[in-house]
């Protein structure tokens, strides 16, 4: 098997342009791929062809990045956030009112991460930052109460008998 693989490199910038420059002198087949033309038709010069076809994978990469952070992170927040008022209403370690907001408030940020994966909004859009706006301003009452108050005293004093 003397044929070498062909190689596809995505990047040409900094780090990128002296790998691929290497990986081309050594002999291997490369396909380039940059945001940039620049870079990418120094290469074609050199004997790399562009591929479209990285620009795909580009725009698929970069949207399923996008999804992850604005989509993915929100659930698990409000998931988190969830099981955390969950247990405080319980206990009452804190005051219903305190704990029963943040649930409906995890509700609400729960509810714009389902909207903005199923694009019925838009990532940070207006509605978005409505629908979390209460589980920012409850986290911001909650560290205030706890720094004052803390927890339930008679809830912790019962806990440690």
Known sequence: MN???RIGFIGIGMMG????TRILKAGYPLT???IRPEPVQEFVKAGAPASS???TLGASML???HWSGNVASLLAFSLGALMYYYIFYQTRLVPRWLSGWGLVAAALCMV????????LIGPLSTP???LALPIAVQEMVLAVWLIVKGFNPSVVASELR
């Open 53 to 55: 076809y990285f620009q």
């Open 3 to 5: 044929a070498k693989s």
């Open 32 to 34: 380039v791929y940059d």
């Open 63 to 65: 949207a399923g990045y």
């Open 112 to 119: 714009a991460g389902v909207l903005v994966m199923f694009s």
């Open 17 to 20: 342009k002296p790998m691929a």
């Open 128 to 130: 978005q930052v409505v």
